[in-house]
C-alpha cells in the first residue's frame, strides 16, 4: 500500500478561500511543518570548557515524562523518599523541549515508536537516551509479537541499556551513574550520530511506521 | 567630565550579581528544605547553578518568531528592571540603584512588563497550553492584585508617600516601627497577596505540571528557559525585598535583608507545600474574601 | 398692490370657468388652475413681501361697502399674507403633483380643488366668525370631495368618517357663533372679543363651544381618529394638503380666535397641545403605514403649534420665531414626505427602501425626516430651542419635560423609519414612481427647507456665535458629492488642517480647549488618513464626516448655550449616519442615536434652566446658574454621561462602534468620544464639589469595572476595543468626579492618551479587518508574520493603555494614585485600579487571538493592512512615544491651566516630576528600560543566534500533532474561569432594564392604539366624550 | 440461572448451554437472533451492564466466534451470548446502538480479524495498527514470527526457551 | 327669556332635536340613519339660529310693501341671523348630499349599510 492512504483527512492537500476570493492551495505536510534535516553540532574546540559543559549536562539530566510499556511503573519510586533520583541531579519534565533524556521503558509497539521519535526529535541537542529492560535489546518476550519492535537501537541511538525484565529503580539509578560517567567522559554524543546516520535511521523507522504522515524530522 | 554614572552602574552590575547568585542559592536552599519536609534528600544547594549552566550550553534552538525570541527578553527586562528601581539597602546610595526615578507605583507597574512579554512570546509559541496558562495566569492576577493595591493605598496614608525609600525610613528605629506592628492588617492583606505573586501551589495553576505542561514556558527550553531561569532567580529576591522594604522595616545591611527576604520569601513556599492547588475560579473568589476584606479594613482602620 | 379679495375672485372665477370647459379639453382646464394659482400665489407674495420687507402696514378689506359688524371683512396682515402664501405655495404644487390624478377625474375634480384652496385663503382672511364658518365648511366639502380622488372602499369609508366627525364640530361651532350673536350682537371677530365675552353672562359657554369646536377641527389627540384615517387612505397629495395647507389655517384660525376667550383658555390650548403631541408621537412608535405614520406625525405637530399658540404671552416676542419655525419644518418635510410617499409602491414602511441607490432622494428623506425630528439647522430645532430656554424662563420645566418626552417620542420612530430605509439588507424590488411633476414639487420642498434653514441660521447668528464657513464646507461636500472618494479625503483633510491653523489662535489661551480642539482637528485628519484605502465614491460619506468634525469644533469653539447644543446636535447626526452606513448597524445605529438625542435633551432642558436663572445664553454663564441651582450642572451631567456611555446608559456603544465602517470607527471611538468628556468637564467644573460628585465617582468605578471586565468576555475584536473604551471612561469619569488638581490633570492626561492609544488601536484592528473580512478574533491568528507593522502598533497600544511603564500609559497610572490618595477615595481607587489589571485580560486577547497562535489556511497569502492605515498609526505612535518620554509637554500646560483647582500640583525639576506622595522620572525611566532591554537582547542574540525557524505545527503536542490550526488556537472563550468566578458582576442588567423599557413602551403603544378602532361612530362618540370632559374639567378648573 | 436460560429458550432457539462456574454462563443462539436475544437480556431480564465483545477463530471449521459478555449487576451473574459466523467475508450486524462503547470493541475486531460491522461508528480508523497493511494479525493463518522476522530486525543468535522446563533447569538442576 | 316664550320653546326644541340628532348618529349603525340623524341635528341648530333672532311682534326681515325701508328697523327681526340660516342650510344640504355619496360609494365596495363593516383603516 502508498503510505499516502494513510494520511490523515486534516493533513491532505486542500484549497481554501481567501478573504478576496482567491485561492489558496494549502499542502499542511510542507506548509504546518518545517522540512529541514537535523545537524550536527559540534562540540565546543575548548576541550576544558566542553568537559565543563559536559559536567553541568551530566549534573542536570532532565527526563522527559514519557512511560512506555511495563517500565514506567519503575521511575515512579524513582522520585520518592527511598530512591530520591533528585540526589544526582535527575528531575522529571513535563514537555520534550526542556528535556535531555528520554527513558524508553520497555516494549514499544509500533504505534508508540512514532511517538517516541516525535517526542526525541522535539529535544534538543546535546540529548541522551536510556533503554530499560530486555524488550528494548532484543525484543524480550515479546520477540515475535507482531507489532513491538526489537531492537530499539535501530530506531533511535541509544546511550546506556539497562537490562532486566523489569530492572529494579537502584538499577535504573546505577544506569543513570553510568550515563553520567558517558557524558562526562564525552561520549554522549548520540544525538550527532542521530544527525549523522539520519538515513539509515529514516529508513528503519519508515520501514515499520507505514503511515508516515509527518515530516522526516519532527523539530 | 564625572564619572558617577560610572561608579553607579559598577554598583548597580554588583548588586545585581549578588541577588543574582542569593536567588540561585535560596531556590536551591528551598528545594532542600521542602524535600526535607518530604523526608528526601534532595537535591544539591548549588543544583540551580548546574540546571542554569545546562541550559545555556544546549547545542541547538528553536525559534516559532520574533516575539517568540523576544519573549523572554522581555521577561527578564521586567525582572532587572524591577531590580533596577528597587531601592536595595536603606541607607547606602550605593545600592539603592535607580530608585530615585520612580517610586512603588512605578515598581507595581513594572512588574507587568515582564508579564506581557511572556505571555505575548509564549503566545507566538502557538502552543494552546500556553494561551490556557495565560489566561488563568492573567485572570488570577486580577484579584491577587487587589488586596496589595489596598494595602499600597493604606500604606500611602499611613506614611503619606509612595517613595519606597521613605516608607522604610519611617521604620527605623526597631522591631515596633516596622509596618507589620503599626499596620498588621496592611501587612496581612499584602502578605497574602504575595502568595498568588509568587505563584506557588495553592495558586500554581498557571504551571499545573500534570495536567497542562507548565503552562505559558511549555515551548521554551535551552537558552529561553535559561534567561527564564534567569529571571527567576532575580525576580522572585527582589519582590520579596520589596516586601522586606514595605512592611519588615527594609535592611541597612546585606545581612539583614538576606535574613528578612529569604524568611518572606519562605513564606509562599512554607504554604505551598502545605496546601493543594486551587483551581482559577477558586483562587479568585478566594482573594475576594479575607484579603480583600483585609485590606479595606488596612484602609479604613489606619 | 393687488388688493387681497382678488385671491377669492380669482379662485372663484376660476372655479366658475371651469364650468364651461370640457373635460377633454383638460390642457385648458389645467391650464386655468395652474394659472390662477400662480396668480394666487403672487398677490400672497407680493403682500408677504411688502408687509415683511416693504413699509406696507395690515389692510382690512370690507365687502359689500359696508364697515363692520355690518359687513364681513378680511383682513390682510403679516400672518395671514404669510400663510395665504403657504397655503398657495402648497396648492400650486400639490396641483402639479397631482395633476395627472386631477385630470383624469374630470374637470369637476378641478373645481374642487380650486374651492380648496378658496376655502383655506379666505378661511385665513376673514374677520367674520360666520364667514370663518363658511369657509371651513367649504373646505371641509372640498376635502371630502378631494378625498373621493381615491377610488377605493377604504378612501369612502374615511371620507365619510370625516364627514361625520366635520359635522358634529360644524354643529357645534354654529351654535357657539350664534349666541355669541346673541349675547355681543356682532359676528366681527374684533367685535367680539371687543365685547368682552368671558365677562357677560353665559360667555363663557359660547367661548368654549366656538373654541372647542375650532380645537376639534385640528384633530386633537384622542379625539382624532377620523383625521388620521383620512391622512391614511386620501390620496398622498390630498394628506400633504391636509397636512400643510389645512393645518397651518386651523392653527391660525384659533390664534386669531383664541383672544374671546381673553386669555382664559390660552393654557388650556397648550395643555391640550401637549396632551397630543405626547399621545399621538407615542402611538406612532408602532405604527408601520406610511401616511398614517406620517397622519399621526402632523397631527403631533399641530399640537407642539398649539402649545406655542396657548403659550404666546409666555414666549413674547420669540413666538413669532417659535411658531414660523415649527410651522415651516412641517410645511416643508411633511409635504415632502406625503409626497414622496406618492412615489414609493406600497404602503408599508418598509417599502420605501425602494428610494436605495437613489442619493438624490435619499437626500430628500433624509433632510425631511431630520428637520421634522428636530435636529440642527432645521428650523424645528430653533424653534424648539427657544420653546424650551422661554419655557424654562417663565418656570414652565413641566412643560420643557413633557415637550422633550413627545419630542423623544418622535424621534424614535423617525429615525428607526430612516435606519430601516438605509440600513435595511434587502431592497425592495419595486421601482418608485418617479414622475418629474411630482419630483419637482419634493425637490422644491427640499430646497425650500433648505432655504429656511439659512434663513434661520441667519436669524440666530448672534445667539450661535458660530463659524459658518464649516457649514457652508458641509453643504459644499453634499454638493460634490459625485466626487471619487480620496479627492473628497484630501479636501476634508485638507480643510481640518486649514481650519486648524486659522482658528488655533482663537483657543491658544485655553489649554483644555486647546487639547480638545488640537484632537478633534489634528487627530480627525490623521485618523481621516485610512479613507484612502477604499476605492470608489462611497456617496453619503464625506458630507457626514465632515458634518461630525464641525460639530465636534464647534463644541470646542462655542461660546453660547445654543452653539455649543446645535455643535452638539450636529455631532450626533453625523455619527449616527456614520454609523448607519455599517451593513448590519440598523439596530445599533438607532440605540444611538436615541441616547445621543435623549442625553442631549438633558442638556437643553439643562441650558434651559440655566437660562431662566441668567437669562442669557453664554456657557460662560452656566457657572453662576449652577450655583444658585446645581440641577444645571446635574442635568448636563447626565446628558453628557449618555455620550461618554456610563454604565446603565453604554449599551449604545459596543454595537455602534464595532458597526461603523472600518476607518469611521477610529475617530467616532478615539475622538468624538472625548465630546463627552469635554462636556463634562464643562458641567463638572461647575458643580465642583457637590455631593452629587460622590455618586459620579461611583458611576466612574462601575463603568470602569464593568466596562473592563465585558471587553474580556468579547469576541469581537471591535467590540472589544469599545467595550475598553467604555472602561476608560470609567476612568475619566471617577477622576473628574474629584475636585482636585491632580485628578483633573490625571483625566485630561488620559484625554489625550485615550485618544493616541484609542485610535491606534482602532486603525490598527480596522486596517487587520480590512484584510480579513471578519471582526470575530478567533477566527484570525498567527497575523505576526502577516502584519507585523499591525503587530508592533497594536503592542504599543496595548502597553500603553495597560499603563505598563515606560509607556506614557503609566503617567496616567502614576497621577491617578496620587490623586487618589489625596482626595480620599481609597475604596474607589482600588477597584479602578482592580479595572486596570482586567484591562490585561482584554489587552492581551486583543493581540493574542489576532496576532499569535495558529495561523489559518485562509490568510495564508494576506498581506499587510494597507499603507493608509499604517500610515496614521505610526504617526500617533510617534506622538505616543514622544509624550512617554516627556509627559511634562502635556502635563505642564494642563497644571498652567488648572492651577485653581484645590489640590496640590505637580513640582517639575527638569524631567522629573514630583508631588507630596511621590516621584518619577519618565526620561530616566525610559532610558534605564530602553538600554537595559537591548543589553539583554544582545545576550539572547549571543547565546542563540543560530535558532532554527521552525512553523506553526512544530510543537511539542504530547508526542501527537495538532491536527487543524482551527482547533489549535485558543481563542474562544479563554477567560471561561474567570467568567466563572466573576461572571455575576457583568449580568446584563442594563440591557434587561432597557429592553424592559422598550418593550413596556411599545406594548403600551400598541395596546393604547387600538382606541382608534375605525369605526366612525366611535369616532363620533369620542369626540362627544371630549367635549364633555373638556367641559367638565374646565368647570372644575374656572 | 436456570430460569431466565429456560425464558430465553422459549423465545429464542439456544443451541448449546455452557456453565463456566457458579456466576458464568454462555449461550450461543444463531447469528441473526444474536441482537435480539442480547437487546432481551439487557431489557427484560436486567444484564444492564456490556462487559466485552470478543472473538475466537476456528479456522478449522471456518467460523469466528463472537462473544457478547453481559453483566447482571443486581444478580451478580455474567451471561456470554456465543455467535458462530462464517470465516469469508465475515460480518455481523453492529451492536453499538445497544452500548456506544460496542463501536470500540467492533473496531478493534474488525482491525484484529477483519470482521466487518456495517454502520458501526469510526469503525475503519485504526485503534493499535496504525498503517497495518497486512492480513488481520489475530487471524490464525497469520504467521506471526515470519512477519517479525522480515520486519524486526531480530537480534541474531537469540535463542529462546520454554519458560517452565527452563526455570526448572536453573532452579532445580538435581530433579 | 322666559321659557315658556315662543322663543323658549323653540330654543328648547332645537336643542331636543340636536340631542335626537346626535343621539340617532351615535347608537344607529345604518347610514342612512346616520345621516338622517345629521340632518335633525342641523334642523335643530337651525331652528336654534332662527329662534334666537326671534323678536317679538316683529316680522321676517323681508322689505316689501308692509314693511317699508323706513321703518324696517322697528319693525323687522334681526335680518342676520335669518341670512345665516339661510347659508347653513345650504351648507347642511351640501353635506348632506357629499355623505349620502360617501354612502353610496361604501355600499358599492362592501354591499353592507353597517357602519362596523367599515374599519380598514384603524389603529
Known sequence: MENKDFIKPYYESKIVESPDGEEIKVNPLEDYFCGEAPKSHAPNSNKLWESFLNWARAESLWVLGFGTGCGSMEILPLMTPRFDAYRFGVQMRPTPRQSNVIIISGYLSVKTLKRAIRSYEQMQNPKYVMALGSCTINGGMYYDSYNTINRLDHYMPVDVYITGCMPRPEALLAGFEEMKRLIKAGKGEKANEYAENFEWYKANQKKIIKDWNMPDYNW | ?????????????????????????????????????????????????????????????????????????????????????????????????????????????????????????????????????????????TTIELPFTLAVISLAIQYHTFSITDIVAAQQGGIMHWTLMTNPLATAAAMLSFLGMMGNSPFNVVIAPQENPIGPPTEYHSTFLAVLQTNRAILGPVEAILMVNLFFGGATNWVSLIIKSFLVFFWPVFVGIVFPRFRVDQSIPWFLKLPFVLGILAIFLI | MVTPIHLVSVALGTAFLLGFTKDRNWKISGGLVLLALLLMNLISGSWTYALFFGDQVPVQVFTAGFKPPFSINLQMGRFEAAITLMINFAGLLGAIYLFDRLKKAGRYAFMVYMVFILGLNVAVMTRDLFNLFVFMEITTIATAGLIFLVQTGKAAAAGLKYMIATSIISGVLLIGIIFAYSLVSTLNLDGIIDGGLPLIKGGAMVVFLILIALLLESKPFPANGWGLDVYESAHPGIGAMLSVATGPMIAYVIFKVLPISGGAWNHLIAI???????????????????????????????????????????????FIYVAAGLLMTNYFAKAGLFWLSGLIKGESLQDWTQL??????????????????????????????????????????????????????????LTR?????????????????????????????????????????????????????????????????????????????????????????????????????????????????????????????????????????????????????????????????????????QKTSWIYILFSVGGAYLLLMGFGVSFAVTGDGLLSSLGIAARALPAVGILLTIGFLSKIAAMGLHIWLPGAYAEAEDDATPFIAGIMMNAGIFGLILSLSIIAGHPFTWWLGWLGVITAVGGNILAAFQEDAKKLIAYSSIGIMGYILFALSMNIQMAWMAALYYVVLHFLYKTILFLAVGGVIFRTKTREMYQMGGLIKKMPLSFISVLIGIIALAGIPPLAGFGGKWLFYNAVVMNGWYLQGALVFFSGVVAFLYCFKLISAIFLGQAKDRYRHIKEAPVWYILPQYLLIIGLLIFSVLPELVLQPVAHALRSM???????????????????????????????????????????????????????????????????????????????????????????????????????????RKWYNGNGQTYALQMVIYIVMFYLIIRGGF | MQEIIER???????????????????????????????????????????????????????????????????????????????????????????????????????????????????????????????????????????????????????????????????????? | MNFFSVQGISLTIGFILILIGLWGILTQRNLIRIIIGFTIFNNGVNLIIVALAYMKGRTAPIIDQVVTRTDAVDKVADPIPQALVLTAIVIGVGVTAVMLSYTLRMYRAKHSLEINVFTESKW
Open chain 2, 1 to 141: 567630565m564625572s564619572f558617577d554614572w560610572l561608579i553607579k552602574i559598577g554598583y548597580v552590575l554588583l548588586g545585581l550579581f549578588i541577588v543574582l547568585n542569593y536567588g540561585l542559592l535560596q531556590y536551591g536552599v528551598i528545594r532542600r528544605i521542602s524535600a526535607r519536609i518530604g523526608k528526601r534528600i534532595g537535591v544539591k544547594v548549588y543544583q540551580p547553578y548546574i540546571d542554569l549552566i545546562k541550559n545555556y550550553s544546549f547545542r541547538s534552538q528553536i525559534t516559532h518568531g520574533v516575539m517568540f525570541y523576544l519573549g523572554p527578553v522581555f521577561r527578564l527586562s521586567g525582572g532587572v528592571g524591577v531590580f533596577l528601581f528597587m531601592p536595595l539597602i536603606f541607607g547606602s546610595e550605593h545600592f539603592s540603584n535607580y530608585s530615585f526615578s520612580g517610586d512603588l507605583i512605578l515598581i507595581l507597574y513594572f512588574l507587568f512588563f515582564g508579564m506581557l512579554g511572556m505571555a505575548l512570546g509564549a503566545g507566538e509559541g502557538g502552543h494552546p497550553y500556553s494561551f490556557i496558562g495565560i489566561s488563568r495566569g492573567l485572570s488570577q492576577f
Open chain 3, 272 to 318: 391640550t397641545g401637549i396632551i397630543t403631541f405626547v399621545g399621538s408621537n407615542f402611538l406612532a412608535i408602532k405604527q408601520h403605514n406610511t401616511q398614517r405614520l406620517l397622519g399621526y406625525s402632523s397631527v403631533a405637530q399641530a399640537g407642539i403649534l398649539l402649545i406655542a399658540i396657548g403659550l404666546q404671552k409666555e414666549l413674547g416676542h420669540t
Open chain 3, 356 to 413: 436605495k441607490g437613489r442619493p438624490v432622494l435619499l437626500f430628500l428623506f433624509g433632510l425631511f425626516v431630520f428637520s421634522l425630528a428636530g435636529f440642527p439647522p432645521s428650523p424645528a430645532f430653533f424653534a424648539k430651542w427657544e420653546l424650551i430656554m422661554q419655557l424654562a424662563s417663565h418656570g414652565g420645566y413641566v412643560w420643557m419635560v413633557f415637550i422633550l418626552i413627545g419630542s423623544f417620542f418622535e424621534l424614535i420612530y
Open chain 3, 417 to 585: 423609519w430612516f435606519g430601516q430605509v438605509i440600513g435595511s439588507k434587502e431592497k425592495s424590488s419595486a421601482q418608485p414612481d418617479l414622475a418629474t411633476h411630482r419630483l419637482v414639487p419634493v425637490g422644491i420642498m427640499g430646497v425650500g427647507l433648505l432655504g429656511t434653514m439659512v434663513f434661520f441660521l441667519h436669524h440666530y447668528a448672534p445667539d450661535l456665535a458660530i463659524d459658518f464657513i464649516p457649514i457652508i464646507f458641509i453643504a459644499a461636500l453634499f454638493i460634490l458629492d459625485f466626487l471619487p472618494a480620496f479627492l473628497k479625503n484630501t479636501v476634508t483633510i485638507l480643510a481640518m488642517g486649514w481650519y486648524l491653523l486659522q482658528h488655533i489662535s482663537d483657543v491658544q489661551n485655553d489649554t483644555v480647549r486647546l487639547i480638545f480642539f488640537l484632537i478633534f482637528l489634528a487627530g480627525g485628519a490623521i485618523s481621516l488618513l485610512a479613507g484612502f484605502s477604499y476605492k470608489g465614491k462611497r456617496i453619503g460619506y464625506y458630507p457626514f464626516v465632515a458634518m461630525t468634525f464641525v460639530g465636534l469644533t464647534g463644541l470646542v469653539t462655542a461660546t453660547t448655550t445654543l452653539g455649543f447644543f446645535l455643535s452638539w446636535e450636529l455631532m450626533a447626526l453625523g455619527s449616527y449616519l456614520l454609523i448607519s452606513r455599517g451593513k448590519n448597524a
Open chain 3, 902 to 1008: 484645590p489640590g496640590e500640583g505637580i513640582q517639575w525639576d527638569g524631567h522629573f516630576a514630583q508631588t507630596s506622595f511621590g516621584y518619577w522620572n519618565a526620561f530616566i525611566v525610559m532610558t534605564v528600560i530602553a538600554i537595559m532591554f537591548v543589553i539583554l537582547l544582545a545576550w539572547l542574540i549571543l547565546n542563540s543566534r543560530k535558532a532554527q525557524k521552525v512553523k506553526q505545527f512544530d510543537m511539542v503536542f504530547a508526542g501527537e500533532t495538532p491536527f487543524t490550526p482551527e482547533t489549535s488556537h485558543v481563542a474562544y472563550n479563554i477567560y471561561a474561569p474567570f467568567n466563572k468566578a466573576l461572571g455575576f458582576l457583568v449580568v446584563p442588567v442594563t440591557t434587561w432594564f432597557w429592553h424592559a423599557t422598550a418593550s413596556v413602551t411599545d406594548a403600551s403603544a400598541n395596546h393604547l
Open chain 4, 8 to 175: 430465553i429458550s422459549k423465545v429464542f432457539s439456544v443451541e448449546e448451554v455452557v456453565q463456566q462456574n457458579n456466576h458464568q454462563w454462555f449461550i450461543t443462539v444463531p447469528k441473526k437472533q444474536a441482537l435480539e436475544s442480547v437487546t432481551y437480556l439487557r431489557d427484560r431480564e436486567g444484564f444492564v451492564h456490556f462487559v466485552l465483545l470478543s472473538c475466537a477463530d476456528w479456522i478449522e471449521s471456518g467460523k469466528f466466534q463472537l462473544t457478547y459478555l453481559l453483566n447482571h449487576p443486581v444478580k451478580k451473574i455474567d451471561l456470554g451470548i456465543r455467535v458462530f459466523i462464517d470465516r469469508e467475508n465475515a460480518e455481523m450486524e453492529s451492536a453499538h446502538y445497544l452500548w456506544e462503547q460496542i463501536a470500540t470493541y467492533q473496531r478493534e475486531l474488525y482491525e484484529m480479524f477483519g470482521i466487518n460491522f456495517p454502520n458501526s461508528p469510526r469503525l475503519t480508523d485504526p485503534l493499535l495498527l496504525e498503517g497495518w497493511d497486512n492480513i488481520p494479525p489475530m487471524r490464525r493463518d497469520f504467521d506471526t514470527l515470519k512477519y517479525v522476522e522480515k520486519t524486526y530486525f531480530p537480534t541474531p543468535g537469540r535463542k529462546s526457551n520454554d519458560p517452565g522446563t527452563y526455570m526448572k533447569e536453573k532452579l532445580y538442576p538435581n530433579e
